[in-house]
């Protein structure tokens, strides 16, 4: 089961993103291409799932992309690691929620790698840190699934500008912070986008 693993050095437009991936999807569906594992960044955007709420914009001045993905609103751009894939469900188990763990514990696994405990939450999807007796989350995920491929991704805060936040409510959640690995612990994060590639693959194949 052949996985491509794409990265790209420069920030990707968002909607061209999504555009890849749309075909993508397309070409696996008919037989034509091998699944995707994609490392980018985003240059800034605030993207709007299916399920948000026209009242989590606090700020209306921001450039917001209604998108198809599940979920609400989040923030993309510099400092952040951007994990996009188009995975076949139908080679593995049609389960989605299994393949939302999976994703969970991929980011989880990945960041024990520099010593940051994270935690998945039933309630609220994404990865949750306990910091300075805070909860905050430090990745989100969003996926969408068509004809049993799953599509769209997840994005780790490694030291993007959080103010951007002030301007949604984040996912919908109001009485949790949003913070990113800089903040919990200042090192080196480079190899971070190979750790991900390695858990992810690996955790795929099982």
Known sequence: MKIEIKKSTKPVKYQDAINFLENRLIEINSGKNNELIWILEHEEVFTAGTSYKSEEVLNNEINLVKTNRGGKITYHGPGQLICYFVIDLKKREKDIRKFI?????????SLLEFNIKTFGDPKNIGIWIKHNDEISKVAAIGVRVSKWIAYHGFAINIDNDLNNYKKIIPCGISDKGVTNLKMINNQNYENLKDIVIDKFSKNLEV
């Open 101 to 109: 763990t999976l994703i969970e514990k991929t980011i989880i696994q």
